[in-house]
């Protein structure tokens, strides 16, 4: 009697002691909507968390603002009051906004007479749209 009270005994610590078969085997992956549904059942292990952190994409990083100021090489244009071409050389602009430049006034000058002209500065449009100095 000791020895089948002894063998049930042991038989139920072995049972208790081994997991069952469902928890050994993992469910199949499955993807799409279910997805949440499956991880609220049997929540990634803290390895796969980490791996998910490391391998999501950030958020895209904002757009640097546009430079304050802005270099524009030395031209040669031809102005019509004077009535021939002038060497503009070059300056920096300061940004108003995208279609407003605030323009230093500027010497330019003839290459030919070596005449100096002054440009009174001002607010124009970008340098690479507009046709004058």
């Given amino acids: 009697m000791k020895a089948i009270a002894a063998l049930v005994v042991s038989l139920a610590w072995l049972a208790s002691a081994t997991p069952a078969p469902a928890q050994l085997i ?3 992956l499955v993807g799409g909507p279910a997805q949440p549904a499956l ?24 757009l640097p603002p546009p430079p304050a100021e ?14 021939r071409p002038l060497v503009v050389p070059g300056h920096y602009e300061r940004r108003i906004s995208d279609q407003q430049y605030a323009v230093p006034t500027l010497p330019a000058y003839d290459i030919t007479s070596g005449l100096t002209v002054v440009v009174p500065g001002g607010q124009r449009p970008p340098a690479d749209l507009r046709q004058g100095p």
């Fill in 26 to 28: 993992p469910p199949p």
């Fill in 39 to 62: 991880q609220q059942l049997r929540p990634p292990s803290p390895i796969d968390q980490v791996r998910e952190q490391a391998l999501r994409r950030s958020a895209p990083l904002p």
């Fill in 70 to 83: 802005r270099w524009v090489p030395e031209r040669q244009l031809y102005v019509p009051e004077v009535g």
